[in-house]
């Protein structure tokens, strides 16, 4: 299980942040043997990718008419680390809500997996990989208050696949540490949705791969339906983040440790740079969701299960039973039934229900089983009730046949 590890930074200011950014200039000036230098203390500064298209951006929204929030009512979402969900309706009741929601760009040690030592300096919101779930139904306005820590080494920001504009806000969020923003967006598409820090350049699938990553599920307002208009409803969620890291290591194979978050930095971009994960885990670390924290369910319960990822294409498969129904993209089409393993697209989170018919053990993981088994994708439910024989039945023990 993950690991809280006091980070014990240096406290930080803009000021050291602006140094790194300095010193990165100059390695980049100088070519990449002065890089390889001075990277221990230099944490490049981000190039937002377009920073005057973002001054543009901040400045025509000042120039736009006011949004109209006449007939909204505002409510607090408390968010909970995965992998569970925060109290929601699946129907919606009244009108449309500004739901405000707040998360802090945290940067803490995790151990990634306790056999190997190997560790990460995580970039999260909220402490956790993936980051929490939202939950809003379409027509509804989510509210973020977003703040950077005065301890953190990076600035973030917060790009929303389920947005309309300015990067998906990423343009508008930009937090060095000490600093917040607050910004509000419409959910006008329903189905799930990646989230994921995008501060520009090679320092975005840098903090994806660091754990910077999440989902939003924006709900039909009158909630999950079948094909012909049916009614789908789930007695929980199990929210599972798949987590890619590529962790550097060194000439004899073994994991590096870093003493502050961003140390890693170049070494980080030469293991991206080979496309091969050293993990794949889910909700941030190998064996998150197996043993004691595996996950739990009883016979006639549905679950639905939100998959994210937000880097790379995956393939859960349910060991034992099926996608009954499965959105792999918006809740506006008729979900796709009875599948075996269904599909996430790299930079998406999507949605399968099941309800379990059997008592056990079901593995859940990724069904690129090399994946699943040796780089750390895979968890657990664990079911009790009364098993069903003419569903499934060991009609003949193992035993030593005649010959
Ligand atoms: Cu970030």
């Known amino acids: 299980m993950t690991k809280f590890i006091n980070p014990g930074l240096t406290q930080t200011s803009r000021r050291n942040v602006l140094r790194g950014s300095v010193l990165a200039g100059a390695a980049a000036m100088s070519g990449t043997a002065a890089f390889a230098n001075q990277r221990r203390s230099a944490i490049p500064r981000i190039q937002p990718p377009a920073a005057r298209f973002i001054k543009a951006e901040a400045q025509a929204q000042v120039e736009a008419e006011p949004a109209d929030l006449s007939g909204y009512t505002r409510v607090k979402q408390e968010l909970v680390a995965p992998p569970f969900a925060p109290e929601h309706e699946q129907v919606a009741t009244g009108g449309p809500k500004i739901i405000e929601i707040t998360m802090e760009t945290t940067e803490r040690l995790m151990v990634v997996d306790e056999d190997t030592g190997a560790s990460v300096w995580a970039l999260t919101y909220n402490g956790s990989v993936p980051g929490p779930l939202i939950i809003c139904h379409e027509g509804d306005m989510v509210e973020l208050t977003l703040r950077n820590p005065l301890d953190s080494q990076m600035e973030h920001n917060i790009d929303f696949h389920a947005s309309t504009g300015a990067l998906g806000g990423g343009g508008l969020t930009h937090i060095f540490p000490g600093e917040e923003t607050v910004l509000r967006w419409k959910a006008t598409k329903p189905g799930c949705f990646t989230y994921h820090c995008a501060p520009g350049g090679a320092m975005i699938p840098y903090h994806v791969t660091h754990g910077m990553n999440g989902a939003v599920m924006v709900l039909p307002r009158d909630g999950l339906k079948d094909a012909d208009g049916n009614p789908l409803r789930y007695d929980s969620i199990a929210y599972i983040g798949e987590q890619d890291y590529y962790l550097p290591k060194d000439a004899s194979g073994e994991f590096l440790t870093y003493e502050a978050a961003g140390d890693d930095y170049a070494d980080s971009l030469e293991a991206m740079r080979t496309l091969t994960p050293t993990h794949c885990v889910f909700n941030g670390a190998v064996g998150a969701l197996t043993g004691e924290n595996a996950l739990q369910a009883k016979v006639g319960e549905t679950v639905l ?99």
Do not use: C, K
């Open 305 to 403: 299960m939100i998959h994210n990822q937000a880097n790379r294409d995956s393939r859960p498969h349910l060991i034992g039973g099926h996608g009954n129904y499965v959105w792999e993209t918006s809740f506006s089409d008729p979900p796709l039934t009875g599948l075996e393993t269904w599909f996430v697209r790299g930079g998406t989170a999507m949605a399968a229900m099941y309800t379990f018919e059997q008592p056990g053990v079901y593995a859940y993981v990724n069904h690129n089983l090399i994946e699943a088994t040796l780089l750390g994708a895979a968890a657990h439910f664990v079911v009790e009730g009364s098993w069903n024989n003419s569903l499934m039945e060991q009609v003949v023990a193992p035993r030593v046949f005649e010959t």
